[in-house]
């Protein structure tokens, strides 16, 4: 049965990894896999339950002597399979409340404030401009949502198409470093903040200068292509008397409620302790109300339709919403079926990955993730060393130790290679309409220069601090 359930995991991540070439959702994959594999893993569920929790399963059943299916009852309570749902759940609805967030600020039109910055004909300044623009949001928001949004900004400004190529490739380069960068800026690192495996402060002073590496080399060296000056469409403010009647300060201020509250959640966990998705569901809730108050007479004039204006917000970021909390809480939950049966462990020793040294083992998990997509490969390669979080203050796998933070940004650089390694990459792909082969040709090769330039600063700056 340990077999079986990991070949159905395997073919899962294959499946994962060719999704441009099957067309086969990997949300729907990954859902699919973790369903079936629980089920398998429930049927031969006493084999597995005696040798990973023998001592627990033995008190189980001391304390439930009557109960019938004790091994069921004992995987679907709190000893097994219910952390891992909870694991699972903690990510899934903080990015279901991110992105609610932007949809409230989208509708809004609380980023058309981005648009005048774009007013220029020089090549240069327009790059520059779209990649920090992005860099910043993403540090904030996820990259799907970062990216769709940013894309959609420059497609009504730029109308020559390999312009919109290149542009759009800048978007996607500058949001994934970007995301990077904060425990809030994407899954992965929301994984081990969730985890304990970082904190919010040392993760981000330590990927500071290698992701500004990674970030500036390849926008050096695509500006190369660019010609002196570009044909724009200059656009103002855009009137939204459809969507919404807010005037500038109103949305200026929903802004900084929207944005400030997700820089206060890292704070917000410290004190309380409780999961960050907590804060960032209490954020939603004051904009919410904010939306409410200041849309008041659109509301009473729309009914319940005007609660959550929907006008402005591109089709494919509500699907890509829907699409990314299934994939996050699908592939989590897979992994944590890998862990129960024992697989991981095996695949630990088998690889020899305890006695490889840490640099090497994330240098692998980067060349993993050109080929494999991100989140797959994170949660895969933080899984080989998640009992030992909080083990030993100091060592490299411990609670704020060098491995996490390595994996995390070496994922990072690999994904940037290959447009394909990612949701918001598929996702730039299909709206900008650009081939898996002219990215990495145009892109991707100075990316992972940068990339390389970048883990090498990391490994330089570790060495001497």
């Not at 929790?53 to 299916?69: I, M, S, T």
């Not at 989208?106 to 990649?131: H, V």
């Not at 609660?307 to 509500?318: D, H, R, T, W």
Request: glycine letters at 8%; proline letters at 3%; aromatic letters at 12%.
């Amino acid at each position: 049965m340990e077999i079986l359930i990991a070949f159905i995991l395997i073919l899962a991540y294959i499946l994962i990894a060719t999704e441009y070439m099957t067309n086969v959702n990997k949300a729907a994959v990954a859902i699919f896999a973790a369903a079936t594999g629980w089920v398998l893993y429930v049927c031969y569920g006493t084999d597995f339950v005696s040798s990973q929790h023998g001592a627990e399963f033995a008190v189980f059943k001391a304390n439930n002597p009557n109960l019938d299916d004790q091994v069921k009852y004992f995987i679907s309570s709190k000893n097994v399979f219910l952390p891992y749902v909870g694991r699972a759940a903690e990510i899934s609805l903080f990015l279901l409340a991110t992105m609610n967030i932007v949809s409230i600020l989208n509708a809004n039109g609380c980023f058309d404030f981005i648009r005048p910055l774009l007013r220029t004909r020089s090549s240069q300044r327009m790059l520059w401009t779209l990649a920090v623009v992005t860099f910043f949001i993403s540090a904030n928001l996820d990259n799907l949502t970062t990216v769709v949004m940013m894309l959609a900004i420059m497609n009504s400004i730029v109308p020559n198409r390999r312009l919109r190529m290149i542009y759009g490739s800048v978007i996607l380069l500058s949001a994934n470093v970007g995301g990077v960068l904060t425990v809030i800026g994407n899954p992965e690192g929301l994984v081990l903040w969730n985890t304990g495996a970082v904190t919010a402060t040392d993760y981000s002073l330590t990927l500071a200068v290698p992701c500004l590496v990674a970030w500036i080399v390849p926008l050096i060296l695509i500006g190369k292509m660019l010609p002196e000056r570009i044909e724009t469409e200059f656009v103002v403010m855009p009137y939204r008397g459809d969507d919404t009647r807010l005037n500038v300060w109103q949305r200026l201020l929903m802004l900084i409620v929207g944005i400030g509250g997700l820089w206060f959640i890292p704070t917000f966990h410290n004190i309380t302790k409780l999961s960050p998705f907590l804060g960032a569901l209490c954020v939603l809730a004051v904009l919410w109300i904010v939306n409410e108050v200041f849309n008041r007479k659109l509301i009473a004039s729309q009914g319940l339709q005007g609660m959550m204006p929907e006008k402005g917000l591109p089709q494919v970021l509500q699907y890509g919403t829907v699409q990314m909390v299934f994939y996050v809480l699908g592939l989590m939950l897979a992994v944590g079926l890998a862990q129960e049966t024992g697989t991981v462990d095996k695949l630990t020793r088998l690889l020899n990955i305890d006695s490889q040294n840490m640099w090497l083992v994330a240098f692998v998990s980067g060349m993993v993730s050109v080929v494999l997509d991100n989140f797959a490969t994170a949660v895969t390669f933080f899984s080989f060393h998640s009992d030992d979080i909080m083990g030993m203050l100091g060592n490299d796998y411990s609670a704020g130790g060098m491995y996490w933070k390595a994996v995390a940004f070496a994922i990072m650089a690999g994904g940037n290679i290959m447009a394909t390694a990612s949701i918001s990459g598929l996702a730039m792909m299909k709206i900008e309409k650009i081939h898996a082969g002219w990215f990495f040709r145009n892109i991707g090769i100075k990316a992972m220069i940068g990339g390389v330039a970048g883990f090498f600063v990391m490994y330089i700056l570790n060495s001497f601090i």
